[in-house]
């Protein structure tokens, strides 16, 4: 069982460049997240999804996008790259069943030079 | 609203000894209450969690003390040992279908050995 996978597991950005950072659970979760994770800051939420087809914007959405056209995976899209971007991603996914434990991937480490 | 507020940033213990890590929040709403264990290089992974109706939960060497009325929370990391080192984010859940986790800005722990 491997749980949520990330690839790439770092990549390196020129500015205006675009990318897409893969994200696939094998758990039959409805419910799947991507986060930012910058040193002091924490994770912030940046688009969310309850199930296929279905997606929505967290706390700092702008300058990406996701897609979720399957339950298995949640993309997301980083379009003309900038160095405010070079950041840490995680993609996470927890069950339907109500209020319970989400499970992260191992990141994606960007840097956007 | 939406925030949670984690302290200390930072925290040095030494082996055997306690430590304590402070979370607060504002909205009222919020239902679930994780803290999750990250290790460099690692995502986040679930440690303990408490729901509003319980003050206080214990697993193993770990417990959360949870205060209702001062929408507060904390961990305690009891009888540390150098394994504990990693850092620790706090979160609260947001209810209302979506299931979005709010993180707290973490703490790093170090426990000298």
């Known amino acids: 069982n491997a749980g949520v996978t990330q690839t790439p597991k770092f990549r390196i950005l020129k500015i205006g460049q675009s990318m897409t950072l893969q994200c696939t659970q094998d758990?039959?979760?409805?419910?799947m997240y991507w986060y930012r994770q910058d040193p002091g800051m924490g994770l912030k939420l940046i688009y969310y999804s309850v199930g296929a087809g279905i997606t929505d914007k967290g706390e700092v959405p702008n300058g990406y996008n996701v897609s979720r056209s399957t339950t298995e995976d949640f993309p997301l899209r980083l379009e003309l790259a900038a160095p405010s971007q070079t950041s840490v991603y995680f993609c996470?996914?927890?069950?339907?069943?109500?209020?319970?434990?989400?499970?992260f991937g191992q990141g994606t480490r960007l840097t956007v030079v | 609203q939406q925030q949670v507020k984690q302290s200390p940033q930072s925290l040095i213990v030494q082996k055997g000894g306690i430590s304590i890590i402070n979370c607060a929040y504002e909205?009222?709403?919020?239902?679930?209450f994780p803290w999750y264990q990250q290790f460099p290089g690692k995502g986040p992974a679930l440690l303990i969690a408490?729901?509003?109706?319980?003050s206080e939960k214990k697993e193993g060497r770990f417990t959360i003390s949870f205060n209702k009325s001062a929408k507060q929370f904390s961990l305690h990391i009891m009888d540390s040992q150098p394994g504990d080192s990693a850092t620790y984010f706090c979160?609260?859940?947001?209810?209302?279908?979506?299931?979005?986790?709010?993180f707290g800005t973490g703490t790093r722990l170090k426990v000298l050995a």
């Open positions: 979160a609260a859940l947001y209810p209302g279908g979506t299931y979005k986790y709010i």
């Open positions: 408490i729901r509003p109706d319980v």
């Open positions: 758990m039959n979760h409805n419910y």
């Open positions: 996470a996914s927890s069950p339907r069943t109500g209020p319970t434990e989400a499970f």
């Open positions: 909205n009222t709403a919020f239902d679930y």
